[in-house]
């Protein structure tokens, strides 16, 4: 796909000139993209397929996309909450395209918003496709590009990439020093052998997130980027170990108000004791 252009709050996406899909087989795939309906998932309104015209109709995303809120300093911060809550719309977004389709769908690729290389697989467990490697680099799971073998473990792989995006504040090819750029999954692992999370999420949230949520969101973010696909979690898993990091940061975020309350009531107590100690 070549970058779209926006009609009427629409992006459109054209099939470059240097594409092998042929006609039945575009067509065949966008039927199938416009069955897919989650409210995580970025609708498809419809398709053109006139001549060497090939081209996808998107909903627009009027908010832009994940990077540009996580690297553009004139946006605001997302705080932690924020950043669990978009990855635990992701992984529900993933979790229906694997289980909830049919026929099931691998997504393959870190984009949530673009199903341009998107490919459906067998019903059966334990089957792969056997298909030419394509993705984002720096997302791409390693056992698919070596095997050309495609299953929705390597959807898994891609997302805890996202996800330590998402973590970290880092881009997925991320500088380790001056002359070394290594994939973020490498330099989460070093980073894991101080034992101090705090080095590992972004700093511009000033330490200001639930700890526990922390470690189990970085952990289930290596388990994910695991290199044998076997060992990585279902999409369904990482779902609902995020939600469980969500449910303890909004608990701290709840008995903040009942802290600062309590601490408030003590110092006007102290001030106004008419027999001070």
């Known amino acids: 796909m070549r ?36 409210r995580n998932l970025t609708s498809l309104i419809g398709y053109c397929n006139e001549g060497n015209q090939k081209g996808i109709i998107y909903e627009y995303m009027a908010n832009g996309n994940l990077e540009s809120h996580l690297f553009d300093t004139s946006s605001s911060v997302l705080n932690w909450e924020e950043r669990i809550q978009i990855g635990c719309d992701a992984a529900h977004g993933l979790e229906y395209l694997h289980h909830g389709c049919k026929p099931p769908i691998v997504h393959r ?7 341009g290389l998107s490919k459906a697989f067998s019903t059966e467990v334990g089957t792969h496709i056997s298909t030419t490697v394509a993705g984002t680099p720096g997302y791409l799971d390693p056992e698919y590009y070596t095997s050309n073998r495609l299953t929705e473990k390597s959807d898994v792989y891609s997302f805890g990439i996202v996800l330590l995006v998402i973590i970290t504040g880092k881009p997925a090819i991320t500088k380790y020093d001056v002359e070394e750029n290594i994939n973020i999954s490498r330099w989460v692992n070093l980073k894991l052998a101080s034992g101090d999370i705090k080095n590992i999420i972004d700093l511009t949230l ?17 388990a994910c980027v695991a290199h044998t696909s076997s060992r990585r979690p279902t999409m369904n898993e990482v779902a609902m170990e995020l939600s469980d990091c969500l449910v303890m940061e909004k608990s701290r975020k709840d008995t903040k108000p009942e802290i600062l309350t309590a601490l408030n009531s003590l110092n006007l107590e102290s001030a106004y004791d008419p027999n001070p100690r």
């Open 3 to 38: 970058s779209g252009s926006l009609l009427n709050n629409f992006a459109v996406k054209m099939l470059s000139e240097s594409s092998l899909q042929g006609d039945k087989e575009f067509q065949s795939e966008a039927y199938l993209l416009l069955s897919v309906h989650h």
């Open 109 to 115: 690729d870190a984009k949530l918003a673009d199903f």
């Open 206 to 222: 000033l330490g200001d997130f639930e700890i526990n949520s922390a470690w189990k969101a970085v952990e289930l973010a290596m």
